[in-house]
């Protein structure tokens, strides 16, 4: 409290706008696999093409219906979670990338100082041995052009003055200044480069000041006035550049598909000039990212530009490693263009220099070798085994970070719908049906098995938990049961398939809450009309539908009516006690319910456990009612927070207790219109 000890004027300012949070009831939970992305975590997917840019497209080759589920759903809303699954065994995809070196040529400064003329012709090609000049370029180093020093520096004064760096450079070695160096831009065996040197513009007298350099990164053979020098590619078993995929999956793997179309991912190798060189990463065949790294301490060192792992990613697609033999490792830096494969830490590596092969080189002006190089090797993790499949998609409830479907027990995720589509194992929808209720925070949403139900009585023997396939039946006012499948048309396919309908009530859920309230029944021929499908698995009449939805039971039909068209036509939960929680539009209510007071509440924690606390509840408690009951959830409600909840024993225990007792609003499942035939003496009045 402000002390008011001498005379003024204070202004005092308390927030008492308290209101009641908003909160998204269509966020859904799936849990699947896929042949990219992340694994084991809760990744917020917002639209199709975030989808399958993060997880890839739907495939017959992928167990379960995760991915074809997300994108249904995504039709009705725009934030969902996906959780990828992963039997431990997949493996990342990656393309080796050979390393090389640049052919270069030593103009030797002994004899020809900076009092002499020096004039080069320079033709270079690349490691195809195409020819990158259509003429030969020439280039003056005339006497004078530094004054002090050797030619060696002197012939780096062309960079910037007529020489073309992205296909041809020169340096010196600052720490002998006794050779300067003409390189070609190009790495590999097959690039060259060929110097001619002159005393003369003319270019009619020769000068012998030249020497090629070997594999080794060293001058060779006699000096001469015109060289022509090979680049070395290194053996990538001793040598290379390791590009893995960020996480595993097949889906990185690059080729061409039968339509002739490009898929997966691949790493492009584009020359730059001097030491740099640009590395692309192409997905379906365009290009996604771009770096320009290369081996230098002072530049974009390679494994500093593209981290090698999860943590810190720079790439959505790949993470690098040089490698030598078969082992990754940790390089030094280069100092200068001109530092030698050694200087990096690797004693010998097998080369070809031109057409040489060397047993060990060291060469020096090292890049990655101009080219594509496509992913492979990628393994999704999965098995044929449908229970090992489902045990994956399970997890451990006990692993850190949590895995499978308790990567969905997140409260700040906000999950209110959750499904496995495409599997009916059922330990795992036991698991997810358990989790829903010990969390509260979402409905479990399943279905019997595809192609082994043929009749209705079979589909209720299976949620009676009587079939071979399942043997506990579903009792839970937290999970929905849907019947039977349906066929939709697979745009990623060109091809029908016959989908979980849990995917298609998990999407008039979302539909519901877009065009009315999460408390309004998602089914019938408002919210239920499902306008995607062609067939249903089963054909149900009145007799199937009554047998479904009552006498115990608890499976809702899908219904395809011959003038409305395939309709959800049943909103039961699996609760099989006859009360209100029995019904899904009562259940997502209090689940938002729940959370709304969760979320409204919260700041109340360590407020003075007094009467202005308790009024301060029941006024937020009453304004989250009130509005639920103008939007028609609820019919009445009463919220009791004085003494007669807080008792001198709960204050003791520093609790602070709030009693709501409301009435939810039922959905008109049944309309009878009743039908009295009279005689016609009778007098019916007004």
Not at 7 to 21: H, L, Q, R
Not at 174 to 190: P, Q
Not at 517 to 531: K, N, S, V, Y
Request: hydrophobic share 40%; charged share 15%.
């Amino acid at each position: 409290m402000v002390k008011l000890n001498s005379p003024g004027v204070y202004v005092i300012e308390k927030d008492v706008s308290d209101y009641a949070v908003a909160l998204d009831s269509s966020i859904v939970g799936i849990v699947g696999f896929a042949s990219k992305g992340p694994v084991n975590k809760a990744t917020l997917i917002t639209s199709t093409e975030n989808l399958v840019t993060t997880f890839g497209k739907p495939a017959d080759s992928i167990p379960g219906q995760g991915l074809e589920g997300a994108v249904e759903i995504l039709e009705a809303t725009n934030a969902i979670y996906f959780v990828r699954g992963s039997t431990g065994t997949a493996t990342e995809a990656s393309a080796t990338i050979a390393v090389g070196a640049c052919p270069a040529v030593a103009v030797s400064s002994n004899g020809f100082g900076v009092t002499q003329n020096l004039y080069l012709d320079v033709q270079v090609t690349d490691n195809t041995g195409t020819s990158k000049f259509i003429s030969t370029k020439q280039y003056n180093i005339p006497s004078g052009t530094l004054t002090t020093g050797t030619q060696a520096q002197a012939i780096t004064k062309i960079i910037g003055t007529g020489l073309d760096d992205s296909k041809v450079g020169a340096t010196y070695d600052s720490g002998t200044t006794t050779s300067g160096y003409i390189f070609g831009s190009y790495a590999g065996s097959a690039a060259t480069i060929t110097v001619t040197a002159y005393s003369n513009s003319s270019r009619t007298t020769p000068v012998s000041a030249l020497f090629a350099i070997d594999g080794n990164g060293s001058p060779t053979g006699a000096v001469a006035s015109s060289v022509t020098a090979s680049g070395v590619t290194i053996a990538t078993s001793s040598f290379a550049y390791l590009a893995r995929s960020l996480y595993e999956g097949e889906g990185y793997n690059g080729g061409t598909t039968t339509d002739g179309s490009v898929s997966g991912n691949s790493v492009e190798i584009i020359n730059l000039g001097g030491a740099n060189f640009s590395l692309v990463v192409n997905e379906e065949g365009a290009a996604i990212e771009q770096y320009k790294p290369n081996f230098l301490a002072s530049g974009n060192f390679i494994e500093s530009l593209i981290t090698a792992g999860v943590d810190n990613a720079t790439s959505r697609v790949i993470k690098g490693y040089l490698v030598s033999g078969s082992q990754d490792f940790t390089p030094t830096k280069l100092t200068s263009f001109i530092g030698k494969l050694s200087d990096l830490g690797v004693a010998a590596a097998n080369g070809k220099h031109g057409s040489t092969a060397f047993g060990s080189v060291s060469p020096r002006f090292l890049k990655l070798i101009e080219g594509t190089y496509s992913f492979a090797g990628g393994t999704n993790g999965t098995t044929t085994n449908n229970d090992t499949n489902a045990l994956a998609l399970i997890g451990d409830p006990t692993a850190s970070p949590k895995e499978g479907i308790y990567a969905l027990d997140n409260d700040t995720l906000n999950i209110s719908i959750a499904l496995v589509p495409g599997f009916s194992n059922q330990s795992l929808q036991n698991a997810l049906i358990t989790l829903a209720e010990t969390s509260q925070n979402f409905l479990a949403v399943v279905s019997p098995p595809y192609g082994s139900i043929d009749t209705v009585q079979e589909a209720i023997e299976w949620h009676n938990g009587q079939a071979e396939t399942r043997t506990a039946a579903i009792n839970s006012s937290y999970a929905a049961i849907y019947f039977p499948w349906v066929r939709v048309f697979s745009v990623f396919d060109g091809v029908d398939k016959w989908l979980d309908p849990a995917i298609y009530a998990a999407r008039q859920m979302c539909y519901t809450d877009s065009v009315a309230e999460p408390w309004f029944a998602p089914a019938g021929f408002i919210r239920g009309r499902l306008t995607k499908p062609t067939d249903v698995e089963i054909v149900l009449n009145q007799g199937d539908r009554d047998s479904l939805y009552s006498g115990g039971n608890a499976i809702n039909p899908i219904v395809e009516f011959p003038q409305q068209g395939i309709t959800i036509f049943g909103q039961r939960t699996a609760q099989r006690a006859p009360t209100a929680l029995d019904r899904v539009n009562v259940r997502r209510m209090l689940i938002l319910l729940r959370k709304l007071l969760l979320a409204s509440a919260q700041r109340f924690t360590f407020e003075p456990n007094d009467p202005i606390t308790w009024e301060s509840i029941k006024t937020v408690t009453e304004s989250i009612l009130e509005d639920i009951k103008s939007r028609r959830g609820i019919t009445d409600y009463r919220v009791v927070c004085d003494s007669t909840t807080n008792t001198p024993a709960r204050i003791d225990r520093s609790e602070v207790w709030c009693k709501i007792i409301l009435i939810p609003t039922k959905a008109a499942e049944a309309i009878v219109f009743e039908i009295n035939v009279t005689s016609n003496s009778a007098k019916l009045g007004s």
